[in-house]
Nanobody, 122 residues
């Protein structure tokens, strides 16, 4: 079992930055594919960024490429999402997820955090 806890969300002006953290316990996170998803009310959960387990290959949604960066600190068993140049359309509830392999489909992931809210004012 892996427990995931997100933090770092909040209110930021458009153009600003936030760094989300996802702290894991129970298992070593580096052995899992990890990802960030986001969701707004009434819409499906959307893939934002992911990182594979072994080679730490990274994947991004087109909408965040060049602005968001996913990274992992194995010593802290934590995954991060650095979000720069935030736009109002980035506002959502952001979730961290872990699974056997990284993928764009939420069904790839067995473990989820409870999420953290990101609000972007225009």
């Amino acid at each position: 079992q892996v427990q995931l806890v997100e933090s770092g969300g909040g209110l930021v002006q458009a153009g600003g930055s936030l760094r989300l953290s996802c702290a894991a316990s129970g298992r070593t996170l580096s052995t899992y594919g990890v990802a960030w998803f986001r969701q707004v009310p009434g819409k499906e959960r959307e893939f934002v960024a992911g990182m594979s387990a072994i080679y730490a290959n990274t994947y991004y949604a087109d909408s965040v490429k060049g602005r968001f960066t996913i990274s992992r600190d194995n010593d802290k068993n934590t995954v991060y999402l650095q979000m720069n140049n935030l736009k109002p359309e980035d506002a959502a509830f952001y979730y961290c997820a872990a699974g056997r392999v990284v993928g764009y489909n939420p069904r790839n992931y067995n473990y989820w955090g409870r999420g953290t809210q990101v609000t972007v004012s225009s």
